[in-house]
């Protein structure tokens, strides 16, 4: 079964500050990535994903996202964050295999950008 | 559009007490998905269906049963609620199409408090 890890629970930053989110995943075959975001009082919504080709991929809201097969890793980012990119952030993968599309998520971090 | 509805929004219920949360979704996805999220767990799946007829377990199944009998409903049931039932409760859908592609659609969520 694959886990995901995500390195920080919270983050606080201010505004035009660069992000990176950290995510790792254990998995030994070959998998789907995602990030989602919640902002607050929200349902999830994804922001991006990564199936297969260009490992760098860009999500909506100029985010992107970097997949480093070697690491295990997909780590977030975003060059310069608004006030309004105030949210929870969730890494997920499944794998390939899995034609049921389970998703496993990580813990979340939770990003507070201030003005 | 729609999308996914999910209902009650929420709701405080009586330990013991049965409660079942509906989920409608009007894409036609083959897939649903039932997850809870709690503080600093992220979201864990509690039970899952791949099409109508058909149910599987999660993360978290204990306490916790579901039914598909059509493509649209995908209703989660708490026959006897305690108190670590409290939780935002997510359903979920995706098309499965290509399979193993995973992207998830999300209802609004329901908030659940056992007391």
């Known amino acids: 079964a694959q886990s995901v890890s995500q390195h920080n629970h919270h983050v606080i930053l201010s505004e035009a500050a660069s992000l990176e989110l950290g995510c790792n995943y254990s998995y030994g075959g070959t998998v789907n990535l995602f990030w989602y975001v ?4 929200q349902h999830l919504q994804l922001l991006l994903k990564y ?3 260009d490992p760098l991929v860009k999500g909506i809201k100029g985010f992107e996202a970097e997949f480093i097969k070697s690491k295990f890793s997909f780590n ?8 309004s990119d105030t949210a929870e952030y ?8 899995d034609s049921w599309g389970k998703l496993q998520f990580g813990a979340g971090t939770q990003v507070v950008v201030t003005p | 559009t729609a999308g996914i509805t999910q209902a009650p929004t929420s709701q405080i219920l009586a330990a013991g007490r049965s409660m079942t949360l ?3 979704q009007d894409m036609r996805h083959n897939a649903m998905y039932w997850y809870r999220q709690d503080l600093g767990l992220g979201l864990r799946l509690i039970h899952y269906s791949n099409t109508a007829g058909t149910t599987g377990k999660g993360e978290v199944p204990d306490g ?3 039914s598909r009998a059509n493509t649209d409903d995908f209703p989660l049931t708490l026959a006897s609620a305690v108190p670590s039932q409290t939780s935002v409760y997510f359903c979920a859908s995706s098309a499965l199409d290509p399979p ?7 209802g609004e969520g329901s908030r659940l408090t056992v007391l």
Do not use: I, M
């Open chain 1, 76 to 83: 977030l980012r975003k060059p310069s964050v608004q006030w």
């Open chain 2, 100 to 106: 193993g592609t995973g992207e998830l659609f999300f």
């Open chain 1, 38 to 41: 919640q902002y607050p009082g």
């Open chain 1, 90 to 97: 969730f890494c997920a993968v499944n794998a390939t295999t």
């Open chain 2, 64 to 66: 916790y049963s579901v």
């Open chain 1, 51 to 53: 199936f297969s080709g």
């Open chain 2, 22 to 24: 509906r989920c409608t």
